[in-house]
């Protein structure tokens, strides 16, 4: 079946550090990949996505590269700020009815 | 546009109680997903509906579990009787389904205790 593997937490970083969270998944077909953030006390809301091999998503300095042969979609970004801390979803799509297949989640904690 | 509207926003309980969590989603959408967040066990996807009708109720708990979309812009989660090990944070997603890759929108979640 579907699944999403991404790396255990916490991740903590000093502000300006570079961050990447791995992210691979199994599917079959061809699924959607997505990157959600969820900040304390909130929901779940959309980072960033891809919806094809190769395909690039990008959204607030953070990216993710949808990589078929590696059936990888690891999150980066240059320089995390204080206000990046957060738990980090990944997350994929496959079939009808964009029912979503989460990751456990990746806390990431970023200190001044 | 307001989101995806959840109430109420903390609800506590005794064990044996009915609890009753709601949800509207955003207009137009014609997607509604109920998620369960806890520490053990991540982020559970409950029972998700299209046009209202409930497509995969796989992920309910048990039968103390029942959701009901009457409507478009309505969803009702309830638990009958709640258990102590019910407590958890309930998320309702809403999207627009016309082919893949759609964008999930989250409501804000219902903190659940039932002591």
């Known amino acids: 079946g579907n699944s999403v593997t991404q790396m255990e937490g916490p991740v903590t970083l000093s502000e300006e550090a570079f961050l990447t969270i791995n992210c691979t998944y199994t599917a079959t077909g061809y699924p959607s990949l997505f990157w959600y953030v969820q900040y304390p006390g909130e929901g779940l809301q959309l980072l960033l996505k891809a919806t094809k091999a190769d395909d690039k998503g990008s959204n607030k300095g953070f990216e993710a590269t949808y990589r078929k042969e590696t059936t990888s979609f690891h999150l980066e970004k240059g320089s995390v700020q204080v206000s990046d801390s957060a738990v980090y979803f990944c997350?994929?799509?496959?079939?009808?009815?964009?029912?979503?297949?989460f990751g456990a989640g990746t806390r990431l904690a970023v200190h001044p | 546009d307001a989101g995806v509207i959840q109430s109420p926003r903390h609800e506590v309980t005794e064990m044996g109680q009915e609890v009753t969590l709601r949800c509207k989603p955003i207009s137009g959408h014609n997607s509604l997903f109920w998620y369960r967040q806890t520490m053990m066990r991540g982020l559970e996807l409950l029972i998700y509906f299209n046009n209202n009708v409930p497509i995969d109720d796989s992920g309910m708990p048990e039968d103390r579990f029942s959701a009901k979309m009457p409507n478009a812009s309505f969803s009702t989660l309830k638990i009958q009787p709640s258990e102590p090990r019910d407590s958890a944070v309930y998320f309702c997603?809403?999207?627009?389904?016309?082919?893949?890759?759609?964008?999930?929108?989250f409501g804000p979640g219902t903190r659940l205790l039932v002591l």
């Open positions: 997350a994929l799509s496959s079939g009808g009815y964009n029912k979503l297949i």
């Open positions: 997603a809403s999207s627009f389904t016309s082919g893949f890759g759609e964008t999930q929108y």
